[in-house]
C-alpha cells in the first residue's frame, strides 16, 4: 500500500511538473512569436528607412 501510495505521488508530481512545464513553454512560445512580430514591424521600419537614406 506504502509503495503504490509513492507510485501515486510520483505520478501526481510527474503531472503536475508536466503541467507546469506546459505552462511555461506556451508562455515563452507566446513572448517569441509577439517578438518575432515586433521584429518584423523593426525590420520594415528599418527597411523603410535605408530605402529613404538611399535615394
Do not use: C, D, P, Y
Request: charge should be positive; avoid cysteine.
Amino acid at each position: 500500500m506504502k509503495r503504490r501510495g509513492g507510485a501515486l505521488s510520483h505520478f501526481f508530481g510527474a503531472r503536475t511538473s508536466i503541467l507546469m512545464f506546459q505552462k511555461i513553454f506556451l508562455e515563452v512560445v507566446h513572448g517569441f512569436l509577439k517578438l518575432k512580430r515586433r521584429n518584423r514591424e523593426l525590420s520594415r521600419f528599418f527597411r523603410a528607412r535605408t530605402s529613404i537614406l538611399m535615394f
